[in-house]
């Protein structure tokens, strides 16, 4: 007994049998003075290098040895073995690669130096033989520890490189060209925060991972052995470029890039065999594509017919950390293929449609599910990892060789498209666009086949985990390319003898959703499901729908409806997702706006859904509104009774109890435990709903108040995230009645929402959650949106209010302007800068000071986007007080405090100093409130400087060089400055810097709407004592007859447009000149008219007969006002000139009724 208590504990301590290894090693040490080990020491070596490689290809255990133990026993193996010894060199390399990966040891510098050096000497020194084992090791050793190996760069990468020896196209021995090609590959894994290697070894393993992807497979090469090569130069690209330093900018680079990888994309597929050219070139058209069809091979049709009866993957386990060699993960994916047949291309649009088999329940795959925020290709990093030999061996029972060979071909393909998703993240997309006909699909011509595409892998490769990763490719190339697609049209027949590119690209975009929508009827992963319906919303939200043919959208619209109540989450909110693009894509779009008034079964039945009752169970949240608040004659513009059918499936799912049997994979969520949906379901609901809202307010109106309700009760739940929608859907809806009562609303007033029906609303709202978010919640997101949402409110609605309801929404905007957030600080802000124009608030003295304070307050912020926020209420609240200034006289402003009219000056005049996106509102602030000081503030000494300092800062924000919103605002605050009279306008130094400034503006400036509102605060001044001495008039003068006769010439094209607008207000301020010129500014006029006479005549002629303008101001001149003007001008300058008693030569009044006249003589013509 007491022997037995003596024995060691069954579980031994984490890493002990390892230690004993160590241990056993240290024994071996060769004694003093002993220079070779014996032969019974090297019998030992060998046989504790068996066992230990042995163990690490077994179980894991529980807990592995620490990484400094692993690494002292390598270096001990390395100091035991002597490089002349090869047998036990290939041993101890087989162990470090083995333990290395198992373990996932990180080695430390000194050690990766020791044992990197021992694997170079070997590759030197050893013979061929051993060359692979050694190999496997150096590239185990090299794995995430690129910027530790710069200095053996010159050995593995230089021009007589060991790596670039042995990766060599002339290699013999495939399996060494293939180690090396993975150790280079290993080399190209950068790490965060460490330098890069440099653009010259960079370049060599680009070219070598090139030429390996080039290169064709001989006859002695086994089709195994060349896709793992193919693997291994595919990865080693995409590291690279992931690595953020391989820029593809010369296109023979980029072109032979992608014409490997397009030729990758295809490797092995069934059915398909096609030669790709040596380079792609960017070109408009369709490159030529030669394709020769392949028979079916004989193995297919029993590969087919496992798809009945599908087998499990393969559960050997991966290792972690180095990809290693390839192909462990998907060897199940040959026998998982879908119901996709070689025939499936034969499917025409019209089939899926009408298809009584489309329901996506009926196929539904038994796929384990996979989070939907998963990158597909960015998960296929186990993909790439070595197996062991036991792994890797199939048997005749696992579907034999013919079945890994397609999985390791499937596993190239993966490959190559996981790199043109690097690439495409690495170039800009201008250059993509170059390359689109080479790998999206255009519409086939009469005779000819269609081209090999993206879609191709899409439709008719046997893997889904492929195919998802050709869906994620095309979603990459078809995010942002909006601009690009932009240019497709073919709403009107062309009858040409030329196809154009407009043409050719909306062909290109039909023949995508033909082919999305073939995929989507034929898949059955939920995985690969998932990615056809984003790769969809990525269409629909780059598609210009408005210049193409209708029709599109409806088919989408149609075939993505079953998919709502699909099995599989993912696809549940990746359809609602595609719902939202079609509502928010171009809105409002007659096509959709006709879907969404379609009655709700329509579309339902055709399409094999089998839960109608779902949807119609929604009836329980709508409530009838009051007879007495219904809106006039259905505003809503529905042709049905019912609710539109996308408005009821949101609302269904945002407020009703989950049914269990709609999902079964709500278990992958933790949150799922609620009566609710899913949440990631829900939020995409609400998301739809404000899309929906925003694009066809008309569609929701009916149910305004119903909405409402259900943006309450989202409010009053506990999970933030719902809140936070419910929240952006009470701003939508608010925002959506603002635009209906915009003065330029196109809305009749009939067929708004009533105002009372608004004022209902918010009572609602101000009386449920939203107060409470405002004062309470920890979440600053949420009080942004809530802020944002609170100043949605209609100005109409708000003044019939209650009192106390008022009083609330003030109080909560002027308590959150102190919150210690940013975000909510910037949204108080900005919603006080929305209620200061609320006509029942701004004449309120109180409550505009409150409010000024608080701004001033917010001004001085640290957070950039505070102070724009607030700079931008300053501007409003000024303009307040000009409006109060002329509609309540000087009662308001002798009640409006002294002392916060100076503070607002000098507030504005430092904020003028600040970045552009608070500069633009403070010149404007400063505008409004210099127009608002009257002579006793002019003339207080208090005031003196801090005027003088804002007119300063006006006129150097005119001459800046700042954006051209800026100085547009300064030109038009100093144009509000000039309308002041207690300003000393004409006789203050000042005067002469402003009109400098402004005349050089309406010369120069590069932006023509700046030089218009200069143009325009030059045409301010109503008398001649205010443009100063002679010298001064003469100069605006000039300046603006010099402007005038470079009214055309612009750098920008897109500048032309404006020089119309310039040219009628130069005139006008032209005119407003003459009307006001004295005797002694004449002798310049004369002489510009002597000079220049004719060109100004043919301006102010164009200017007369123009008609009907609307100028920059908004205020309309007609052509009778305008000869009236001139007019005025010929009667003022006649009396001056009758002054004179004839001393004038040329009379500059007569030089103006001959072009009254001509301009009569024109009119008549016309007439007649």
Same mark, same amino acid.
Request: with cysteine; charged share 20%; glycine share 6%.
């Given at each position: 007994?007491?022997?037995?208590?003596?024995?060691?504990?069954?579980?031994?301590?984490?890493?002990?049998?390892?230690?004993?290894?160590?241990?056993?090693?240290?024994?071996?040490?060769?004694?003093?003075?002993?220079?070779?080990?014996?032969?019974?020491?090297?019998?030992?070596?060998?046989?504790?290098?068996?066992?230990?490689?042995?163990?690490?290809?077994?179980?894991?255990?529980?807990?592995?040895?620490?990484?400094?133990?692993?690494?002292?026993?390598?270096?001990?193996?390395?100091?035991?073995?002597?490089?002349?010894?090869?047998?036990?060199?290939?041993?101890?390399?087989?162990?470090?690669?083995?333990?290395?990966?198992?373990?996932?040891?990180?080695?430390?510098?000194?050690?990766?130096?020791?044992?990197?050096?021992?694997?170079?000497?070997?590759?030197?020194?050893?013979?061929?033989?051993?060359?692979?084992?050694?190999?496997?090791?150096?590239?185990?050793?090299?794995?995430?520890?690129?910027?530790?190996?710069?200095?053996?760069?010159?050995?593995?990468?230089?021009?007589?490189?060991?790596?670039?020896?042995?990766?060599?196209?002339?290699?013999?021995?495939?399996?060494?060209?293939?180690?090396?090609?993975?150790?280079?590959?290993?080399?190209?894994?950068?790490?965060?925060?460490?330098?890069?290697?440099?653009?010259?070894?960079?370049?060599?393993?680009?070219?070598?991972?090139?030429?390996?992807?080039?290169?064709?497979?001989?006859?002695?090469?086994?089709?195994?052995?060349?896709?793992?090569?193919?693997?291994?130069?595919?990865?080693?690209?995409?590291?690279?470029?992931?690595?953020?330093?391989?820029?593809?900018?010369?296109?023979?680079?980029?072109?032979?890039?992608?014409?490997?990888?397009?030729?990758?994309?295809?490797?092995?597929?069934?059915?398909?065999?096609?030669?790709?050219?040596?380079?792609?070139?960017?070109?408009?058209?369709?490159?030529? #594509?030669?394709?020769?069809?392949?028979?079916? @091979?004989?193995?297919?049709?029993?590969?087919?017919?496992?798809?009945?009866?599908?087998?499990?993957?393969?559960?050997?386990?991966?290792?972690?950390?180095?990809?290693?060699?390839?192909?462990?993960?998907?060897?199940?994916?040959?026998?998982?293929?879908?119901?996709?047949?070689?025939?499936?291309?034969?499917?025409?649009?019209?089939? $899926?449609?009408?298809?009584?088999?489309?329901?996506?329940?009926?196929?539904?795959?038994? $796929?384990?599910?996979?989070?939907?925020?998963?990158?597909?290709?960015?998960?296929?990093?186990?993909?790439?990892?070595? =197996?062991?030999?036991?792994?890797? @061996?199939?048997?005749?029972?696992?579907?034999?060789?013919?079945?890994?060979?397609?999985?390791?071909?499937?596993?190239?393909?993966?490959?190559?498209?996981?790199?043109?998703?690097?690439?495409?993240?690495?170039?800009?997309?201008?250059?993509?666009?170059?390359?689109?006909?080479?790998?999206?699909?255009?519409?086939?011509?009469?005779?000819?086949?269609?081209?090999?595409?993206?879609?191709?892998?899409?439709?008719?490769?046997?893997?889904?985990?492929?195919?998802?990763?050709?869906?994620?490719?095309?979603?990459?190339?078809?995010?942002?390319?909006?601009?690009?697609?932009?240019?497709?049209?073919?709403?009107?027949?062309?009858?040409?003898?030329?196809?154009?590119?407009?043409?050719?690209?909306?062909?290109?975009?039909?023949?995508?959703?033909?082919?999305?929508?073939?995929?989507?009827?034929?898949?059955?992963?939920?995985?690969?499901?998932?990615?056809?319906?984003?790769?969809?919303?990525?269409?629909?939200?780059?598609?210009?729908?408005?210049?193409?043919?209708?029709?599109?959208?409806?088919? $989408?619209?149609?075939?993505?409806?079953?998919?709502?109540?699909?099995?599989?989450?993912?696809?549940?909110?990746?359809?609602?997702?595609?719902?939202?693009?079609?509502?928010?894509?171009?809105?409002?779009?007659?096509?959709?706006?006709?879907?969404?008034?379609?009655?709700?079964?329509?579309?339902?039945?055709?399409?094999?859904?089998?839960?109608?009752?779902?949807?119609?169970?929604?009836?329980?949240?709508?409530?009838?509104?009051?007879?007495?608040?219904?809106?006039?004659?259905?505003?809503?513009?529905?042709?049905?009774?019912?609710?539109?059918?996308?408005?009821?499936?949101?609302?269904? =799912?945002?407020?009703?109890?989950?049914?269990?049997?709609?999902?079964?994979?709500?278990?992958?969520?933790?949150?799922?435990?609620?009566?609710?949906?899913?949440?990631?379901?829900?939020?995409?609901?609400?998301?739809?709903?404000?899309?929906?809202?925003?694009?066809?307010?008309?569609?929701?109106?009916?149910?305004?108040?119903?909405?409402?309700?259900?943006?309450?009760?989202?409010?009053?739940?506990?999970?933030?995230?719902?809140?936070?929608?419910?929240?952006?859907?009470?701003?939508?809806?608010?925002?959506?009645?603002?635009?209906?009562?915009?003065?330029?609303?196109?809305?009749?007033?009939?067929?708004?929402?009533?105002?009372?029906?608004?004022?209902?609303?918010?009572?609602?709202?101000?009386?449920?959650?939203?107060?409470?978010?405002?004062?309470?919640?920890?979440?600053?997101?949420?009080?942004?949106?809530?802020?944002?949402?609170?100043?949605?409110?209609?100005?109409?609605?708000?003044?019939?209010?209650?009192?106390?309801?008022?009083?609330?929404?003030?109080?909560?905007?002027?308590?959150?302007?102190?919150?210690?957030?940013?975000?909510?600080?910037?949204?108080?802000?900005?919603?006080?800068?929305?209620?200061?124009?609320?006509?029942?608030?701004?004449?309120?003295?109180?409550?505009?000071?409150?409010?000024?304070?608080?701004?001033?307050?917010?001004?001085?912020?640290?957070?950039?986007?505070?102070?724009?926020?607030?700079?931008?209420?300053?501007?409003?609240?000024?303009?307040?007080?000009?409006?109060?200034?002329?509609?309540?006289?000087?009662?308001?402003?002798?009640?409006?405090?002294?002392?916060?009219?100076?503070?607002?000056?000098?507030?504005?005049?430092?904020?003028?100093?600040?970045?552009?996106?608070?500069?633009?509102?403070?010149?404007?602030?400063?505008?409004?409130?210099?127009?608002?000081?009257?002579?006793?503030?002019?003339?207080?000494?208090?005031?003196?400087?801090?005027?003088?300092?804002?007119?300063?800062?006006?006129?150097?924000?005119?001459?800046?060089?700042?954006?051209?919103?800026?100085?547009?605002?300064?030109?038009?605050?100093?144009?509000?400055?000039?309308?002041?009279?207690?300003?000393?306008?004409? @006789?203050?130094?000042?005067?002469?810097?402003?009109?400098?400034?402004?005349?050089?503006?309406?010369?120069?400036?590069?932006?023509?709407?700046?030089?218009?509102?200069?143009?325009?605060?030059?045409?301010?001044?109503?008398?001649?004592?205010?443009?100063?001495?002679?010298?001064?008039?003469?100069?605006?003068?000039?300046?603006?007859?010099?402007?005038?006769?470079?009214?055309?010439?612009?750098?920008?094209?897109?500048?032309?447009?404006?020089?119309?607008?310039?040219?009628?207000?130069?005139?006008?301020?032209?005119?407003?000149?003459?009307?006001?010129?004295?005797?002694?500014?004449?002798?310049?006029?004369?002489?510009?008219?002597?000079?220049?006479?004719?060109?100004?005549?043919?301006?102010?002629?164009?200017?007369?007969?123009?008609?009907?303008?609307?100028? @920059?101001?908004?205020?309309?001149? #007609?052509?009778?006002?305008?000869?009236?003007?001139?007019?005025?001008?010929?009667?003022?300058?006649?009396?001056?000139?009758?002054?004179?008693?004839?001393?004038?030569?040329?009379?500059?009044?007569?030089?103006?009724?001959?072009?009254?006249?001509?301009?009569?003589?024109?009119?008549?013509?016309?007439?007649?």
């Amino acid at each position: 007994m007491a022997a037995t208590v003596v024995v060691g504990p069954e579980e031994p301590e984490p890493g002990g049998s390892f230690r004993r290894y160590l241990a056993r090693l240290g024994a071996l040490r060769p004694q003093p003075g002993a220079e070779r080990p014996d032969g019974g020491r090297r019998t030992e070596l060998h046989l504790l290098f068996d066992q230990l490689i042995s163990e690490s290809c077994g179980p894991a255990p529980a807990a592995g040895p620490s990484p400094q133990d692993v690494c002292a026993l390598l270096v001990q193996a390395c100091q035991l073995v002597h490089l002349d010894q090869e047998h036990l060199v290939s041993k101890v390399c087989q162990l470090i690669h083995h333990l290395l990966n198992r373990f996932q040891v990180m080695v430390d510098e000194q050690n990766l130096n020791f044992l990197l050096s021992y694997c170079i000497s070997a590759l030197k020194q050893c013979n061929s033989w051993t060359h692979v084992e050694i190999l496997q090791a150096l590239a185990a050793l090299v794995y995430n520890n690129g910027p530790k190996c710069q200095k053996y760069l010159p050995d593995l990468l230089g021009k007589t490189g060991l790596l670039v020896q042995f990766s060599d196209s002339a290699q013999p021995d495939v399996e060494l060209r293939r180690a090396a090609v993975r150790s280079m590959a290993n080399l190209c894994l950068s790490v965060s925060g460490q330098p890069y290697m440099d653009e010259s070894y960079r370049s060599v393993c680009f070219q070598t991972f090139l030429s390996v992807l080039q290169s064709s497979k001989t006859s002695d090469v086994d089709d195994i052995t060349f896709c793992m090569l193919l693997q291994n130069a595919l990865k080693g690209i995409q590291l690279l470029l992931n690595g953020g330093k391989m820029k593809l900018m010369q296109t023979d680079q980029l072109g032979s890039l992608l014409a490997v990888l397009k030729k990758c994309m295809f490797h092995g597929l069934p059915g398909l065999s096609i030669e790709v050219p040596a380079a792609l070139y960017p070109a408009p058209l369709p490159q030529y #594509d030669k394709r020769s069809p392949v028979k079916q @091979e004989p193995s297919e049709p029993a590969a087919s017919k496992q798809t009945g009866n599908r087998r499990k993957k393969s559960k050997g386990k991966q290792k972690k950390g180095e990809f290693g060699e390839e192909g462990g993960e998907d060897l199940g994916d040959a026998g998982n293929e879908s119901v996709l047949g070689a025939n499936m291309l034969k499917l025409r649009l019209g089939d $899926v449609q009408n298809s009584p088999g489309s329901d996506p329940r009926t196929r539904a795959s038994d $796929v384990a599910y996979v989070p939907a925020g998963k990158d597909h290709l960015s998960s296929h990093h186990a993909s790439w990892k070595r =197996i062991s030999s036991s792994e890797s @061996e199939y048997s005749d029972a696992e579907g034999g060789m013919q079945s890994k060979v397609r999985s390791y071909q499937a596993n190239v393909r993966q490959g190559a498209l996981a790199c043109f998703l690097s690439t495409i993240k690495s170039i800009e997309k201008r250059v993509l666009y170059g390359y689109w006909s080479a790998f999206v699909p255009d519409a086939p011509g009469i005779g000819s086949p269609q081209s090999v595409s993206l879609m191709t892998i899409a439709l008719k490769d046997p893997s889904p985990k492929t195919r998802a990763c050709a869906l994620q490719v095309l979603s990459a190339i078809l995010e942002g390319s909006k601009q690009f697609l932009s240019v497709a049209e073919d709403a009107n027949d062309h009858r040409r003898a030329f196809t154009p590119f407009s043409v050719t690209m909306a062909s290109s975009i039909r023949e995508l959703h033909r082919c999305l929508l073939l995929a989507l009827v034929a898949e059955s992963s939920s995985q690969t499901l998932t990615q056809i319906v984003k790769c969809l919303a990525n269409l629909v939200s780059n598609a210009p729908y408005s210049r193409l043919k209708p029709g599109l959208l409806t088919r $989408v619209w149609n075939q993505i409806k079953p998919y709502i109540c699909h099995k599989d989450v993912n696809v549940r909110v990746s359809s609602l997702t595609l719902l939202g693009a079609i509502v928010s894509v171009q809105a409002p779009l007659p096509e959709v706006q006709l879907l969404l008034q379609q009655p709700s079964s329509s579309g339902l039945n055709n399409s094999g859904s089998a839960t109608p009752h779902r949807l119609n169970s929604s009836e329980q949240w709508r409530k009838a509104l009051p007879s007495d608040e219904e809106p006039p004659d259905n505003p809503a513009g529905c042709t049905s009774s019912e609710p539109c059918w996308l408005l009821r499936l949101c609302v269904s =799912i945002i407020v009703l109890p989950r049914e269990d049997s709609c999902s079964d994979s709500d278990a992958n969520f933790p949150a799922f435990s609620s009566i609710y949906e899913p949440c990631p379901l829900r939020l995409e609901s609400l998301q739809v709903l404000a899309l929906l809202v925003k694009g066809y307010f008309s569609v929701a109106q009916s149910y305004f108040l119903e909405l409402g309700e259900v943006a309450c009760r989202c409010m009053e739940e506990m999970d933030p995230s719902v809140q936070l929608h419910g929240a952006k859907l009470l701003e939508e809806l608010g925002t959506g009645v603002l635009q209906q009562y915009k003065p330029d609303s196109a809305v009749a007033p009939d067929q708004r929402v009533l105002v009372s029906v608004v004022v209902t609303f918010w009572t609602m709202m101000l009386s449920g959650p939203l107060p409470g978010i405002l004062q309470n919640s920890p979440h600053a997101t949420l009080q942004t949106s809530a802020c944002d949402a609170l100043s949605s409110i209609l100005p109409e609605a708000f003044s019939s209010l209650q009192n106390d309801q008022q009083i609330l929404c003030v109080t909560l905007l002027l308590g959150l302007n102190h919150s210690e957030n940013p975000l909510v600080k910037a949204a108080a802000a900005r919603a006080l800068g929305v209620y200061i124009l609320f006509s029942c608030l701004r004449q309120d003295v109180m409550f505009v000071a409150d409010t000024a304070n608080a701004i001033l307050n917010s001004l001085h912020d640290k957070s950039p986007n505070v102070r724009a926020k607030a700079a931008w209420s300053l501007g409003n609240l000024t303009d307040t007080l000009i409006i109060n200034l002329e509609t309540m006289g000087q009662s308001f402003q002798e009640e409006f405090s002294d002392l916060l009219l100076l503070k607002m000056l000098r507030s504005a005049t430092e904020a003028s100093k600040d970045r552009d996106k608070v500069k633009s509102n403070a010149v404007r602030a400063l505008g409004n409130v210099l127009h608002f000081l009257q002579p006793h503030h002019v003339a207080n000494p208090r005031f003196r400087e801090a005027i003088e300092d804002s007119l300063q800062a006006l006129i150097a924000t005119v001459q800046s060089e700042a954006t051209m919103k800026v100085r547009w605002n300064a030109c038009y605050a100093l144009g509000n400055v000039f309308k002041n009279p207690a300003l000393p306008l004409g @006789e203050a130094p000042w005067t002469t810097q402003a009109y400098s400034a402004l005349s050089s503006v309406v010369k120069s400036c590069k932006n023509f709407k700046v030089r218009i509102k200069s143009a325009m605060a030059l045409s301010i001044p109503s008398k001649r004592e205010c443009y100063g001495s002679t010298e001064q008039f003469c100069q605006i003068w000039s300046a603006l007859v010099v402007a005038l006769q470079k009214s055309e010439d612009t750098e920008d094209f897109l500048e032309f447009k404006y020089s119309a607008s310039l040219r009628t207000q130069i005139c006008q301020a032209l005119l407003h000149l003459l009307s006001l010129a004295k005797s002694t500014d004449l002798p310049v006029i004369r002489k510009t008219m002597t000079e220049n006479g004719d060109a100004i005549k043919s301006y102010v002629l164009q200017y007369l007969k123009s008609g009907v303008e609307e100028n @920059e101001a908004g205020m309309q001149t #007609d052509s009778c006002e305008r000869e009236r003007v001139l007019k005025g001008a010929i009667e003022h300058l006649s009396g001056i000139e009758k002054q004179l008693e004839g001393k004038a030569r040329v009379r500059v009044s007569g030089y103006l009724e001959d072009i009254l006249t001509n301009h009569a003589n024109a009119t008549e013509l016309t007439k007649v």
